[in-house]
């Protein structure tokens, strides 16, 4: 089970799991991307409408998924990126950014461990996989909101590896550095309703950072690694017979992982904002 199919390391991660002959329960939000995925995929994929903020929705998907059966694998993708300073980000944003990047992992784990755990008693062992980030080690400016939900998510994967190990359920944590995907064409838009919400002084205050965050996104969009390679890690982590239980994916994120070592004043300095 793949959740936030229908783009990025998401719908990467389908196609690798079809090519190597699994069936594939797929979430996505939206008629189009579920033709999509039926047209590319009709007899290895099967598609769940799902939206993580909704735990109607939540429940309903898994009880198709809980109700055939043995479930091998789940993978935690979905997830929504929030450009905005923390001092100005509304309380309602940001409880959201948690519901759907965090709260949403946990509740979809909840909610097909029925199945997991059927898997586990019959072939020995279960995965978890979660994709989480570099930036649940390492975090900079302007992206507080997701930057705080991943380092919850190395949390929640670190306790579920411990309270599920007697099962056989194995839980892995996937940490890439910046994917070319969607999400970044998509930034731009957050950023414009960023500076029209910021009350002027506040706009006026974080202006070199905004400007410093756009500049990354749009680099990344071009630059970043693609979907494919977290994919295959991914896979890799689901197929496994001992998988790690981390797995950092992409040059960038290799150097985040050291720069997380460094000393605390160091790091600070590092990631401190100059202006």
């Known amino acids: 089970m793949v959740t936030g199919a229908s783009s990025g390391i998401g719908r990467a991660c389908v196609d690798e799991l079809v090519r190597i002959g699994a069936r594939v329960w797929a979430t996505v939000r939206s008629d189009s991307d579920e033709k ?19 735990p109607e929705s939540v429940s309903a998907a898994a009880q198709q998924v809980v109700a055939d059966g043995p479930l091998d694998g789940l993978v935690n993708n979905a997830a929504m990126p929030m450009p905005w300073p923390l001092e100005h980000t509304p309380l309602d944003a940001f409880r959201r950014q948690l519901e759907i990047n965090l709260t949403g992992h946990l509740a979809v784990t909840q909610a097909v461990l029925p199945a997991l755990r059927l898997a586990a008693r019959q072939s020995g062992t279960a995965r978890i996989v979660q994709v989480g980030s570099i930036v649940g080690r390492i975090a900079g400016t302007i992206h507080g909101p997701y930057q705080i939900s991943k380092f919850g998510v190395v949390g929640l994967t670190d306790s579920l590896r411990a309270e599920l ?66 994919a295959q890690v991914i896979v890799k982590a689901l197929t496994a017979r001992y998988p790690r ?13 050291l720069a997380a070592r460094l000393p605390d004043r160091v790091r600070y300095w590092l990631t401190a904002a100059r202006a």
């Open 36 to 54: 999509a995925l039926l047209r590319d995929h009709p007899a290895g994929v099967r598609v769940l409408r799902m939206d993580l903020s909704d």
């Open 165 to 230: 190990a007697p099962f056989g359920i194995k839980v892995v944590l996937i940490e890439p550095g910046a994917v070319a995907t969607q999400v970044w064409s998509k930034m731009a838009a957050s950023f414009a309703e960023l500076e029209e919400t910021l009350p002027d002084a506040a706009r006026e205050q974080y202006a070199d950072q905004i400007t410093a965050a756009r500049t990354s996104a749009k680099r990344t969009e071009h630059r970043g690694l693609p979907p494919s390679r977290p």
């Open 245 to 257: 239980p981390r797995y950092v994916v992409g040059l960038d994120a290799h150097l985040g992982a």
